[in-house]
Each structure stands twice: as structure tokens, then as C-alpha cells.
């Protein structure tokens, strides 16, 4: 079992950026991939960013190049650095992590992005 607490989300303008971080509890050294996903009103949810315990990267093609995800395995953390921010940007992000073949979701954080 694995607990997952997001933070760093909230209200930033359109060019901005914004750090999320997500703090894993539980069976942490048993997590493979951790990562972000995101869903927008209306819309479903999708990957943002994950990150293998041993660094292989799959990330939204879309997002390259604003968006960075790091992992520290000893901690139980991943971070998503977000960068030139965009009004569609705006969504919930979800923290993830896998152990084996079972999904662990975070509650989620709001990130608006809005002049």
C-alpha cells in the first residue's frame, strides 16, 4: 500500500511556472513508476509525465520542453517543474505510482492558469 500527498498547485499567469510535488508514504521502496497525470473539465484524464525507479521518462509528447519530472527513490518523492504555463494547462494533477500492477492515485491538486 502506497499514500500519495500532492502540493504546489494553485492560480498562476499565463507565462508563469509552477513546482508540484507529491510525498509517497507506505511500501515506497516497492514503487516502480511514479509520475503526473492530469484531467481538465470535461475532458480525460492524461498522462502528464512518469519516471521508472530507474529513470526511463514517458512523457506527453505536447508538453516536452515546458514540463520537467524528477524522482527521488530514497524519499518516496516525484516533482513536476512546469514552466511557461499556458490557460490550457489548467487542470487537476493527480500524483501516480505503481507497484507491480496496481495503480496509486494522489486526491489531486488545481492548478488554474489565468491572467
Known amino acids: 500500500q502506497v499514500q500519495l500527498v500532492e502540493s504546489g498547485g494553485g492560480l498562476v499567469q499565463p507565462g508563469g511556472s509552477l513546482r508540484l510535488s507529491c510525498a509517497a508514504s507506505?511500501?515506497?521502496?516497492?514503487?516502480?513508476?511514479m509520475g503526473w497525470f492530469r484531467q481538465a473539465p470535461g475532458k480525460q484524464r492524461e498522462l502528464v509525465a512518469t519516471?521508472?525507479?530507474?529513470?526511463?521518462?514517458n512523457e506527453a509528447d505536447s508538453l516536452k520542453g515546458r514540463f520537467t519530472i524528477s524522482r527521488d527513490n530514497a524519499k518516496g518523492t516525484v516533482y513536476l517543474q512546469m514552466n511557461n504555463l499556458k490557460p490550457e494547462d489548467t487542470a487537476v494533477y493527480y500524483c501516480?505510482?505503481?507497484?507491480?500492477?496496481?495503480?496509486?492515485w494522489g486526491q489531486g491538486t488545481q492548478v488554474t492558469v489565468s491572467s
Open positions: 501516480y505510482a505503481a507497484i507491480f500492477v496496481a495503480d496509486y
Open positions: 507506505g511500501s515506497i521502496a516497492r514503487i516502480s513508476a
Open positions: 519516471v521508472s525507479r530507474g529513470g526511463r521518462l
